[in-house]
């Protein structure tokens, strides 16, 4: 009974998105992955969780043109790989780069792929202000429950082509943070864009996604080197002396 509702659920992502023809399998194999290997880097593994919190939430972001035209994603700060891994199975023909810093993590990661046969992603075991080959190579960076707006902001920019856009996962809007992210943005070449929200499951609440599109050229300067986007963020009101 379970396995049917489990199936049911997935179907209904699938159509609801219109994803290709392997899209229910491997987003199986992702759950299954995820719910039963002994080193997930997550603590939601239990199945309805899993489709609730990292599949759809993570699929969700299909209803920006932004991401569904992206040819080459870097996902920021993968984490147990969403929702990279799952717009790797929507979006087929982009390449998808999964940024994770920790090696345990990108161990998983790496299985993940393998045990769906997502053929279109790969690991990449770095920083994200410490991987000059991603420098302007790609024209979408996505970032879930990773860091404010400002530090997203700044680790995103680098990587993005002209045009690109970032696509930051959050929560209840918080004024404060994204009136620091505009003002990092505008220091970055990026114009942030009205908080879109969105649902991804019945009854999700405070869900948004936040867009931040480059209009010009991100300064030499950055990345500044690791750790100072988080010890020093732009966008507050002393950045200007910070620096």
């Known amino acids: 009974m379970k396995r049917s509702g489990l199936d049911r659920v ?29 080193e997930a880097p997550t603590t939601v593994t239990d199945r309805p969780g899993i489709l609730r919190d990292h ?41 998808v ?13 790496a299985e993940a792929i393998d045990a769906a046969g997502i053929r279109n992603a790969e690991v990449v075991h770095a920083r994200a ?10 024209d979408l960076v996505t970032a ?20 690109g856009a970032l696509v930051a996962w959050r929560g209840r809007r918080d004024p404060e943070d994204e009136a620091a992210g505009a003002r990092a943005a505008a220091e970055l070449g990026l114009h942030a864009a009205e908080p879109v ?22 300064p030499s300067r950055f990345p500044r080197r690791p750790g100072m986007a988080r010890k020093r963020p732009l966008g507050a009101a002393s950045d200007r002396t910070q620096r």
């Open 10 to 38: 997935i179907v209904g992502l699938v159509e609801r998105y219109g994803l290709p023809g392997p899209g229910a399998a491997q987003l199986e194999a992702l759950v299954e992955c995820v719910a039963t290997h002994p």
């Open 55 to 95: 599949l759809a939430d993570s699929l969700v972001a299909l209803e920006l043109p932004v991401v569904r035209r992206a040819t080459t994603i870097a996902d920021l700060g993968a984490g147990a790989g969403f929702p990279g891994l799952a717009l790797a199975t929507a979006l087929p023909s982009a390449q």
């Open 97 to 109: 780069r999964l940024v994770e810093s920790n090696g345990r993590k990108c161990a998983f990661i």
């Open 129 to 138: 202000e410490s991987w000059p080959e991603g420098r302007e190579t790609c």
């Open 144 to 163: 879930r429950a990773l860091a404010p707006l400002p530090v997203v902001a700044e680790y995103a920019a680098p990587l993005l082509i002209n045009g």
């Open 197 to 218: 929200h969105v649902e991804p499951y019945a009854g999700a609440l405070h869900r948004h996604l936040h867009v931040m599109v480059k209009v010009a050229p991100t």
